[in-house]
């Protein structure tokens, strides 16, 4: 049996049974066994007068011990191996003890003479710096600057006045040409001279037209278009009187296109 009794001074021997006065069970010194036998009558003891020469000193036995709970050692307890009756885990704490309480000694004395100042103790800091967020771009209305009236151009009317003499003249040349060929029975020399009318009618539409006459003009430029759309009809079908009445019409607008140009200032 294990027992959790602390080093007993009772020596090892033969006692009576906790559980059983018939019975003895042996203690090892330390704590009870297993081991019981029948409880033996105690012999009577010998005469006090009995010489003790030669004989092993023997211990007085003592009452077995209680079979109670074994109380917890204090720690400053006496424990074997120990010659002052103090543990090493003791001592340790006694000696950590007075090396703290020395420290402390000494720093008091240490402010005490420094006249209490205090070193000012640097505290490391890790400045957290939070990203900024960029500003999104916000965009500016575009202000269209006010397109100012632009300048009339400025019309060289001498050129433009040429020019239109010019090409109405080469289509009473062509019309002239086509009186001809009708006399002479043709009919070749109508188609190009036809031809050559509708090239002076692109010529007359480029003309820079002086702001003079440009209300007038340019209903006569499709009034001259419309006559020699009729006059490229009638060479096709070739009759000579249908022909000759659509050149008279084409003739008609050339006359009015020149006297517009005369008056352009």
């Not at 006496?78 to 007075?98: D, N, R, V």
């Not at 096709?236 to 008279?248: E, L, R, Y």
């Amino acid at each position: 049996m294990s027992s959790t009794t602390p080093p007993s001074v009772t020596p090892a021997g033969w006692y009576p049974d906790y559980a059983d006065p018939t019975q003895q069970r042996y203690w090892d010194g330390a704590a009870w066994t297993t081991h019981t036998a029948p409880a033996a009558v105690t012999p009577p003891q010998q005469a006090a007068t009995a010489p003790l020469v030669n004989q092993p000193l023997q211990l007085q036995k003592s009452a077995p011990p209680a079979f109670t709970a074994a109380p917890v050692p204090s720690p400053y307890a006496a424990q074997p191996g120990t010659a002052s009756g103090m543990s090493g885990k003791a001592k340790g704490w006694i000696i950590a003890g007075a090396v703290v309480g020395s420290l402390l000694l000494v720093g008091g004395v240490s402010n005490a003479i420094n006249g209490g100042r205090t070193e000012p103790v640097a505290i490391a800091q890790t400045a957290t710096q939070t990203p900024t967020a960029t500003p999104t771009p916000v965009p500016t209305a575009t202000v269209e600057p006010i397109a100012e009236p632009a300048a009339p151009a400025v019309v060289d009317v001498a050129a433009f006045q040429a020019g239109a003499s010019k090409h109405t003249a080469d289509i009473d040349k062509d019309l002239d040409d086509m009186v001809t060929t009708m006399a002479e029975g043709g009919t070749w020399r109508l188609i190009s001279n036809t031809a050559e009318i509708s090239f002076n009618l692109g010529q007359l539409e480029s003309l820079d037209v002086p702001a003079s006459i440009a209300a007038e003009w340019a209903p006569a430029l499709v009034g001259l278009q419309t006559n020699l759309d009729t006059l490229t009809t009638a060479v096709s079908g070739g009759d000579p009187a249908t022909i000759q009445g659509a050149m008279d019409g084409v003739r008609a607008s050339a006359a009015v296109l020149r006297d517009i140009g005369t008056r352009a200032v």
